[in-house]
């Protein structure tokens, strides 16, 4: 059938289509931040929007985050529904008192009438040697405070629906995306993020998980690039007549505890994959989900394969030594079961 | 303000290493990058910002610094790291990622420190500023003579750290000169794009500190007017604001298409090359013979290529080592 026919496109590509389509329809919805106009994003997300909609509804800000981001907020409360961008996650600190005390915390404070319809769009991770300051992913620091929902895509199908999802929130939306998974040729492409995306408008859910692979004998639980690593490991744990079921979180915030639980309530093991740093972060917080429920389902002890809790080193041997990857993956799961 | 004749052919000479490094460093960069160009392959990954063109601000500036005044520098260091005297082995050796780096491979080429002449740099806009004003402060307090200089882009003129280090320096009249290194581009937005002034020094004002903007990207020019800034310094008269007219030759990182720059602009830049112009002056003026200036970029490219082949001989560190250095 023709209208079921292959479209694939890489994350980029399907985020700058969802922002396209919905500015088309909706003359509220504006982008700005560093290089997202003639540059069309560092990282490809917002390219061929200022083509389209010109500098008033595509702006290149100076690289004042605080103003931006704070403007954002101010816009959003006014009535308009602003697309934000800070092209690393790393380059947040300057600017985290608008986000945390203002933009996550308004509704709140006005005990909800005031909506900050906004969407906070950054790139996340590292894997090649960009150094410390250009490879966090920080999943947990934005999650952890309250009043932002969080959402990380690992293919472009879910990358189009959660951002269509986003914009059209009343509430604050951070939306990470990891350069790794972008499709970019200059970062490396994982080739699994470039999936069938519909030309059509359609969300994904924020706050739901999805069962990426179904398996008996282990949960892997993950978001973004541990996804791919999941996979490449329940692929390798196959041939040793292993069973694993891979969870892709897709959203931090609300994190879909239910998915989760379900499927440790099948399988009765548990890995969660995080490039996040180790301790008080996304890996916790999924085990003490299920742990806190019910821990009669588990026949191991839960465990995480995670970034350890160090800055990430310049050095390709010292990065590739810290970060995940599906070797680890299998490793792990081979400990649990022995 | 005038240079000595020492003083001049010392800045040709860290002129024409910084130049030559940059280039070395970009052909290494380059080893394992074709003919897909991935950013994680080859001896140098990650990105690569390079300071062609640049040199002046660098040399003009730091000839007047001791190893005790220290400098903060960007994402864009190498040529200020050289000029500050930064050990080139030891920095090429850790933008190559080995053991023996000024960080152990830890940090590449955003995070170069050298403690034996206080240089450090930052991956992110405006970051040095606070701490350049804290060593000031330091010094200060500790009555010692040192001063500090920031160097920054003039995008982060438009941070909020550069109002705040600013006023805090001149509020405490420390020992601080600004320097604004004005390439007139923060990646692919243009100064005349991003900022409300045509020139940023008219911003000292504001902090009721001199403010000076030189034009021609002349390393003579900058030597004077930063001389008499860092001499103001050491006077005890509190912070100065200087921006520098210059040229980025390279884009904002190795690969970068430069698709944002107006068509003929970087042709105009290469041929005002502020090497070439100072080489032509240094003859022209009867400072050196040909020979004298061709035998300072012999000795410049041995020394870049003494560094790159002791970098490249030298031993990756062990992958546990990511695990330490967390805490003093």
Known sequence: ?338 | MQPTLEQKMWMYEKMVVSRRYEEAIAAAYMEGKSPVFNMANGPVPGEMHLSNGQEPCAVGVCAHLKDEDTVTATHRPHHQAIAKGVDLKRMTSEIFGKANGLGGGRGGHMHLFDDDVNFACSGIIGQGLGPAVGAALSQTMQKKSGIAVAYIGEGAANQGAFHESLNLAAVWNLPVVFIIEDNSWGISVSKQKSTAVEKNSVRAAGYGMPGEYVAGNDPLEIFKVAGEAIERARAGKGPTLLELQTSRLAGHFIGDAEGYRPEGEKDALEADDPITKFRSHLIEQGDATEQEIENIETAAQAQVDEAIAHARASEDPAPEDALTSVFA
């Open chain 1, 1 to 338: 059938m023709s209208d079921t026919k292959e479209r694939k496109l890489t994350i980029a590509r399907a985020m700058a289509e969802s922002v396209a389509q919905y500015m088309r329809k909706d003359e509220k919805v504006f982008v700005m931040g560093e290089d997202i106009g003639v540059l069309g994003g560092v990282y490809g997300n917002t390219r061929g929007l200022i083509e389209e909609f010109g500098e008033e509804r595509i702006r290149d800000t100076p690289i004042s985050e605080t103003a931006f981001m704070g403007a954002a907020v101010g816009a959003a409360q006014n009535g308009m529904r602003p697309i934000v961008e800070l092209m690393f996650v790393d380059f947040f600190g300057v600017c985290f008192d608008q986000i945390y005390n203002n933009m996550a915390k308004n509704i709140y404070f006005s005990g909800g009438n005031v909506k900050v319809p906004m969407v906070l769009m950054t790139s996340t991770g590292g894997g090649y040697s960009d150094g410390g300051q250009h490879s966090q992913c920080v999943y947990g620091t934005f999650a952890h405070l309250p009043g932002m929902k969080v959402v990380a895509p690992s293919n472009a199908y879910d990358a189009k629906g959660l951002m269509n999802a986003a914009i059209r929130e009343d509430s604050p939306v951070v939306y990470m995306y990891h350069k790794g998974l972008q499709g970019m040729g200059w970062l490396g492409t994982e080739r699994g993020a470039t999936v069938n995306t519909p030309e059509e408008y359609y969300e994904v859910e924020i706050g739901k998980a999805s069962v990426v692979r179904e398996g008996t004998d282990v949960s892997i639980v993950s978001l973004g690039m541990g996804v791919h690593h999941a996979l490449k490991a329940a692929a390798e744990l196959e041939e040793s007549g292993v069973s694993a079921e891979v969870v892709d979180l897709r959203s931090l915030v609300p994190l879909d505890r239910d998915t989760i639980r379900a499927s440790v309530a099948k399988t009765g093991r548990l890995i969660v994959v995080d490039e996040d740093y180790h301790s008080f972060g996304v890996s916790g917080e999924v085990i003490a989900s299920v742990v806190e429920h019910d821990i009669s389902v588990l026949k191991a002890a839960p465990q995480r394969v995670a970034f350890p809790d160090v800055p990430i080193p310049y050095a390709k041997i010292m990065e590739q030594f810290c970060l995940p990857n599906a070797d680890k993956i299998v490793a792990t799961y081979k400990k649990m079961a022995a």
